[in-house]
């Protein structure tokens, strides 16, 4: 299983980025998916997860300015992020955590900047 992370950049506080993951294999589609986040010295944080009936999670800090979303058809999970802030400088990982193996496969991380 292999994820293709895609979407990140250089934006301004209050602006906006979308970031996109591709799935290369169909378990996608029966498996939970999302994204965690990191920044040096830190550990990585799990910003918001979405099953494969769509219920979401998040962290509390992003409530209300990003939203997760997900095509099953397409393997693809998103993450729209609005209203950014340079708190939520850091590298984003998308993953899936298989429901059958229940192993834990990653992106190779966009490096998302928010400058003030």
């Known amino acids: 299983v292999q994820l293709q992370a895609s979407g990140g950049g250089l934006v301004q506080s209050g602006g906006s980025l979308r970031l996109s993951c591709v799935v290369s294999?169909?378990?996608?589609?029966?498996?939970?998916a999302g994204w965690y986040r990191q920044t040096p010295g830190k550990q990585r944080e799990l910003v918001a997860s979405i099953s494969p009936v769509h219920k979401t999670n998040y962290v509390e800090s992003v409530k209300g300015r990003f939203t997760i979303s997900r095509e099953n058809i397409k393997n693809m999970v998103y993450l729209q992020m609005s209203n950014l802030i340079p708190e939520d400088t850091a590298v984003y990982f998308c993953?899936?955590?298989?429901?059958?193996?229940?192993?834990?496969?990653w992106g190779q991380g966009t490096q998302v900047t928010v400058s003030s």
């Open positions: 993953y899936v955590n298989d429901s059958l193996s229940h192993n834990w496969y």
């Open positions: 294999d169909p378990i996608f589609r029966i498996s939970d």
